[in-house]
């Protein structure tokens, strides 16, 4: 059957791929915060693959089915896709992670992500197959709605919720199916229709998501207790939960920081929860009486060997760091954090129950980034705390292994020490697990990083306390001295806590622990990855559950990629080819490979720069796919061939990636505003000569079958590049992904095939 020809006008095409793809990438956004929420950070590696397998997936739908008499219109594949977005919110929280295992419901998650992606693709395949000489200006409004997607993700996710976003992705591609309806009279009902029903779902699952699909937390989730909530937020960082056990709450919350030995009050808590599995308790105001508990707690050590006058805590929360500062005697208590619904929640309706902890004259709280705000700081502080809010029961399975945090590493320990008084300390709280990977890591950190100062015995200035499963590294400039250490002796043996590692003395497990690897960098920034792959590939180490999960999915999307991406569509390929390799099929899979490569390259340097990666990966992906989708609309206008674009791609690569470290490292300590738009700039930059390319081997290799195969590889390409390359990222750091990235390109230009005559 002979392809049908696009409407004579296709600017309302244009506008319907622009929704389209709008909702698309607005949906990979919200599924990667409910997989974070309900299942943990490290699976939102499904999402990317699934929405990925989708894209590449509708370029085999539109070579396979298009062909037949009967299709389904582009406009019943916008509402298939809207139906099964809200499908897939319903069924994913309706599975109980716990009961029907992570594995399944995961995999259920996997397979209905990929169905509203690969409806969208396929309407957008079509009309490339349909009009490849308009490439350009398809593929610019496909890039140009992803875009915008991803800001309105990061804007809109506090006010409308993870379940709004469902309703305004369904919305969207409903307003998507109107705009690709044929302009009769007898269809304006149904485009009325239409609208009236995106509307109300997005309005529906605004104001009672909560109600209607609520999210189930998985396994290594501190939800699984069954606590009841009182308060539940979206944010762009992470759903925040607030939860209270009886009329006022239950002091076990903090027990663990407690001494075995404290037999006296403890006043009662409430237990605010970030992404339903890390957590921070809100103490309730209490007398000095009942404050006394915290004298006995792990978090009073770094006061027995620092003064008392100035104080930073990084990652206040609930603000129990705060408390016992104040309690301590210190006189100023400066806090930054990076979640704003957690400051409004201390300062609005939890500030009665704090005391008004965070109104205190004595408490300045900062809504930033801790980088950032190290870095620019002129002041010096006696301590500098960070205190744990990790799930053990997810760090003890290897959840966390492929999570970066910028916090826990050598560069970030060089900007802490140089923002200490003389006599002050660094106290990192960690979990102290067996073996104590962590704490050996961080101790690690510290040594690297006061080497790096120039101190010839760094042993004498780290010491490590244990608690339970709680360990504390305390780290200064200058080398603890015996009354120090007598010191913190004397409060350790008063509350049962123990010395790990005493610098009078140094040695032990922890240093060999420490010694054992290279500490974290902010190049591989990769903290809780603490098994080496040469002992997993050795069989002196289990696979850690995060790598499970990457390797997995490895394997999933590249069989599912195979078997109903690829092969359907090779066999026409290679006929339209004259049964020879089909052209286009080396850059197709340099250009999918190098253009995810850049992608997670670039999106790490930002996650740092910006301090927030919701608010990166908007910003990262939103000026990247607008300066491709710039660049694509012009690339019919500007008389450059697919070989020049691609060396111009390298180039522009090379150079960038290269450069923004140093300039980021420059301006870390700019405000945030600034440094926005320095990383809109960097990604714009990058994105432009990098839509130029993909078009124009649309245009040359022509045919529709042709073109089906060029997508479907390119798609195939990007799904094996987003797990390869996170691989490639944990073994040789995030330049070595970026030199692959500038490879892949270099590749598509040499294989760049010859424009048609």
């Known amino acids: 059957m002979a392809l049908r020809p696009l409407h004579p006008s296709t600017t309302p095409l244009f506008v319907a791929i622009f929704f389209l793809s709008f909702g698309a990438l607005l949906f990979q956004f919200v599924q990667t915060r409910m997989f974070s929420a309900m299942l943990d950070y490290h699976l939102t590696f499904l999402v990317v693959s699934g929405a990925l397998l989708g894209v590449a997936g509708g370029g085999t739908a539109a070579a396979v089915m298009d062909v037949r008499a009967r299709r389904p219109s582009s406009a019943q594949l916008s509402i298939a896709g809207a139906v099964a977005t809200i499908v897939a919110l319903a069924i994913e929280t309706r599975i109980d992670p716990v009961s029907s295992g992570m594995f399944v419901a995961a995999g259920v998650a996997y397979v209905l992500g990929v169905i509203p992606v690969l409806c969208v693709s396929w309407v957008i395949v079509r009309a ?53 309806l044929v302009p009769r009279p007898s269809r304006v009902p149904l485009r009325v229709g239409l609208l009236v029903v995106a509307i109300a779902t997005t309005a529906v699952l605004s104001i009672w998501g909560e109600t209607l699909a609520p999210p189930r937390p998985g396994p290594f989730k501190s939800d699984t207790m069954g606590v009841p909530h009182e308060f539940a937020r979206w944010d762009p960082l992470a759903r925040i939960d607030v939860a209270r056990i009886g009329d006022l709450g239950d002091p076990g919350h903090y027990a663990f920081l407690i001494g075995q030995g404290y037999a006296g009050p403890r006043p009662p808590a409430l237990m605010m929860t ?148 003389p006599d002050g300390v660094i106290a990192i709280t960690r979990w102290y697990r067996d073996p104590p990977a962590e704490i050996a890591r961080t101790v690690g950190i510290a040594d690297g990083a006061l080497r790096r100062l120039g101190n010839d015995h760094p042993e004498r200035s780290i010491a490590v306390l244990k608690h339970g499963l709680l360990g504390l590294v305390l780290t200064r400039n200058g080398p603890f001295t015996s009354l120090d250490m007598q010191r913190l002796r004397t ?110 390259v670039l999106l790490q340097r930002l996650t740092l720069y910006l301090g927030q990666p919701a608010l990166a990966l908007s910003i990262g992906l939103a000026a990247l796919l607008g300066g491709a989708a710039a660049g694509s609309a012009v690339s ?79 798609g195939t390409a990007s799904v094996v590049g987003a797990t390869v390359g996170t691989i490639i990222a944990l073994v040789g750091g995030f330049t070595l992904l970026g030199l692959v990235a500038v490879v892949c390109y270099a590749v598509a230009a040499m294989f760049a095939p010859q424009p048609r005559t």
């Open 274 to 421: 970030l992404d339903m599995g890390a957590f921070t308790p809100i103490v309730m105001h209490a007398t000095d009486a009942d404050l006394a508990v915290f004298d006995a707690s792990v978090l009073a050590a770094p006061y027995a060997v620092a003064p008392r006058d100035s104080v930073l805590i990084v990652g206040p929360g609930g603000g129990i760091d705060v408390l016992n500062a104040l309690r301590q005697g210190v006189k100023s208590v400066t806090a930054v954090e990076v979640n704003r619904t957690e400051v409004a929640l201390m300062r609005g309706p939890y500030s009665e129950y704090s005391g008004g902890l965070y109104l205190d004259p004595r408490v300045h709280i900062f809504e930033d980034e801790a980088r950032s705000f190290v870095r620019r700081s002129p002041e010096l502080y006696d301590v500098l705390a960070i205190t744990v809010v990790d799930s053990f029961a997810a760090l003890t399975a290897g959840a966390y292994a492929l999570t970066e945090n910028y916090l826990y590493t050598e560069e970030a320990m060089l900007d802490y020490l140089g923002h200490l008084t």
């Open 491 to 600: 409060f350790a043996d008063q509350r049962g806590f123990s010395i790990a590692l005493d610098p009078l003395a140094p040695g032990g497990q922890l240093v060999d622990l420490a010694s054992a690897e290279a500490p974290p960098t902010d190049d591989k920034p990769f903290f809780f990855d603490s098994v080496a792959v040469s002992d997993i590939l050795a069989g002196r180490a289990q696979l850690p559950y995060g790598y499970a999960v990457l390797l997995t999915t490895l394997v999933l999307s590249l069989t599912m990629a195979t078997v109903f991406v690829l092969i359907p569509v090779y066999r026409g390929a290679r006929r339209a080819a004259g049964n020879a390799l089909p052209p286009g099929t080396v850059v197709a899979l340099a250009l999918g490979i190098g253009f995810i490569a850049a992608e997670l």
């Open 636 to 714: 019919p206008r500007v008389p450059l061939g697919l070989r020049s674009s691609a060396v111009a791609s390298a180039v522009v690569l090379l150079l960038v990636l290269g450069g923004v470290p140093l300039v980021t490292s420059a301006t870390l300590a700019a405000p945030l505003e600034a440094r926005v738009v320095i990383a809109a700039l960097a990604a714009l930059i990058v994105g432009i000569p990098l839509g130029t390319i993909f078009p124009r081997l649309v245009a040359i290799v022509g045919q529709p079958a042709l073109v089906s195969w060029v997508w479907a590889v390119n």
């Open 128 to 180: 490339l197959r349909e009009a490849p000489e308009k490439s350009g200006l398809l593929y610019a409004s496909d890039l140009a709605g992803a875009a915008t997607g991803g800001v309105l993700g990061y804007l809109s996710i506090g006010t409308l919720g993870g379940q709004g976003l469902y309703g305004v992705v369904a919305g969207t591609a409903l307003l998507g199916a109107a705009a690709l």
